[in-house]
């Protein structure tokens, strides 16, 4: 069941379309905002305050990268994987986070704390290498400075 | 040297409120438009000015205004759309704009609003740039409060209401007609046209799409006239533009600069060449959907026309550079498997072509490679070309591909002779 603070928040956006439907992406992001993700329940309940299938629903939660139809850590850290984050080192930080929480991409660590997850470009390719940890952005990354970041997210 | 877009942004401070954008200028182009111009003026004004889209393809932006039918009681309602999503690898222009003067871009949408006499915009924003996000909203609250937007803005009898709409991430939502879906709640799958969105756009109604830096330009043009926007370019094209390096270079970063200097000023002068030990190998003009130019095209003029002269497109006018301690097979296998991921899925020669070419690329990489690869990588890129896919992704993914097959022929063949990665 949505919560009454989420009914409320995509009442709010269904207002900025002309029918309920059109507010599907944001009825997606609201709950994966309260909930860290989507899960079957939640789809059939946006399914029917949206008045479309479930189907309808799952569809577009499954097309888009950034929700999440898993549960997920109760961090997420996106590490940009494309080109200038590339030539600037990426992988190596990508090894050095790996080895450190001792999980892959798509992997969450046995106690839930972190999700590690590659991510296309983030716009921030002139401070390359670049990641994000939840909504914050980090750039010019080193390990030492991926290292204290860590410790900040518990 | 002018920079209207970029002159009262200071990075590392918070852009300017209302009041602070008022104070320099602000919304006296939109006070101009709404007392003293038909919305026809403006499209005119625009249409002369030479202001090319700035999201990548440079379509003539008053030409698409022109598109849309203004009269009749068929012609409502109408949408105004800002191009937000900014998704291209090695692209950070708009993200600059809309952190450092978000006003700028609301400015320039009203009036951009008025001229095509749209009653609801919206701001399609990729969903990365939460400082933006916040912004804006903050942004288009004064301006709400202040009456530039909402009903009868400045006594004018023209009401406009504006939303931001923030993604939930794919690079295809970026292609007009894909945004356009996305906004109306459902998979960012690109729809044919024509007919356009002028025509038919968003909920089957007559619609823009703008990018931020073109939405930017409009304030200024209406302030300052046509000549003084086509004077402020080195070439016929109208305006400056915000141009951006990044890779092995000493100083990465982006700059508002005239259209039409070379990339060697863009190199050398504003991104003060490249980092020490690092030579220069190539790069991708503008984005990953790009072809490479090399050395001896350093001397192009950065503007629409002079870079497709050189067999590449000006794009969103930011560099990746290619260095010599890179693999330029690495390098393009990074950007097929990036057009591979985003691929929308819809139309076989990009579904089916994307993953198979980054698989090859993987395997030259590895050392596994064939020799007949480089054909089928060639066969590919061909069959992603213009006219046999649904929109312009493939199309764009076969840039690099085809311009990396050329250029570095060399590095593809001892990857596959030496049966392994010479960088690695």
């Not at chain 2, 009036?111 to 701001?123: D, L, P, V």
């Amino acid at each position: 069941m949505l919560s009454e603070v989420e009914i409320k928040e995509i009442q709010e956006e269904i207002k900025q379309y002309p029918y309920p439907a059109v507010a599907c992406i944001d009825a997606l992001k609201i709950v994966q905002h309260h909930r860290g993700w989507v899960s079957d329940d939640s789809v059939k309940d946006i399914a029917e305050l949206l008045n479309i299938s479930n189907e309808e629903v799952d569809s577009v939660a499954t097309f888009y990268s950034r929700i999440y139809r898993k549960p997920v850590g109760r961090n997420v850290i996106l590490i940009c994987d494309s080109v200038s984050c590339m030539i600037m080192g990426y992988e190596s930080l990508y090894q050095y986070i790996s080895r450190k929480l001792g999980i892959s991409f798509g992997g969450t660590t046995p106690d839930g704390r972190f999700t590690l997850l590659p991510v296309s470009c983030l716009g921030d390719c002139d401070n390359a290498p670049a990641m994000m940890i939840n909504y914050d952005h980090y750039n010019r990354l080193t390990s030492e400075k991926i290292e204290e970041l860590l410790e900040r997210y518990k | 040297m002018e920079r209207p877009l970029t002159q009262h942004i200071k990075p590392g401070s918070d852009a300017y409120n209302l009041k602070e954008y008022k104070q320099v200028g602000g919304y006296s182009a939109l006070t101009k438009s709404l007392k003293r111009m038909a919305p026809s003026d403006i499209t005119n004004l625009v249409k002369a000015s030479n202001l090319l889209g700035r999201g990548g393809a440079g379509f003539p932006t008053g030409v698409k205004w022109s598109l849309v039918p203004m009269y009749g009681d068929t012609s409502k309602p109408k949408y105004l759309v800002c191009n937000a999503d900014e998704m291209e690898p090695g692209t950070f222009k708009d993200r600059y704009l809309l952190e450092g003067n978000p006003h700028q871009l609301i400015e320039g949408m009203i009036i951009s609003a008025y001229a095509i006499q749209a009653e609801k915009a919206y701001i399609f924003l990729r969903w990365a740039y939460k400082k933006a996000e916040a912004g804006l909203r903050k942004a288009i609250d004064e301006a709400y409060k202040a009456g530039y937007l909402g009903k009868n803005i400045l006594g004018s009898g023209f009401n406009l209401d504006l939303h931001v709409h923030s993604s939930a991430g794919r690079y295809i939502c970026g292609e007009e007609t894909a945004l356009l879906n996305s906004l109306e709640g459902k998979r960012a799958v690109p729809r044919t046209k024509p007919p356009f969105p002028a025509i038919s756009g968003l909920f089957g109604r007559p619609t823009v799409v703008n990018n931020v830096e073109t939405l930017s330009c409009i304030s200024h043009i209406v302030e300052n006239g046509e000549d003084w926007f086509k004077g402020l370019s080195l070439t016929s094209t109208g305006g400056t533009k915000l141009f951006g390096v990044s890779g092995k270079v000493k100083n990465p970063g982006t700059w508002e600069l005239p259209l039409g200097i070379t990339m060697r000023e863009l190199l050398e002068e504003h991104a003060g060449g490249m980092s020490p030990g690092h030579k220069f190998r190539g790069a991708l003009p503008g984005g990953a959907s790009t072809d490479f130019l090399i050395e001896e095209h350093l001397d192009v003029k950065m503007d629409f026309s002079t870079v497709a002269a050189a067999g590449s497109r000006l794009g969103t006018g930011t560099m990746i550079i290619l260095d010599d301690k890179t693999c330029p097979v690495a390098f393009v296998h990074n950007v097929e498997k990036f057009f591979a991921l985003e691929s929308c899925g819809w139309c076989t020669p990009c579904r089916e072509g994307l993953p198979w070419v980054e698989k090859m690329l993987a395997s030259i990489e590895e050392g596994t490679g064939k020799m007949e690869y480089l054909e089928l990588l060639s066969f590919n890129a061909k069959y992603f070309g213009p006219g046999n896919t649904f929109c312009a992704h493939a199309p764009g993914a076969a840039e690099p591909l085809q311009s990396g097959l050329k250029y570095f022929h060399d590095d593809f063949v001892k990857h596959i002779t030496d049966k392994k990665c010479p960088w690695r």
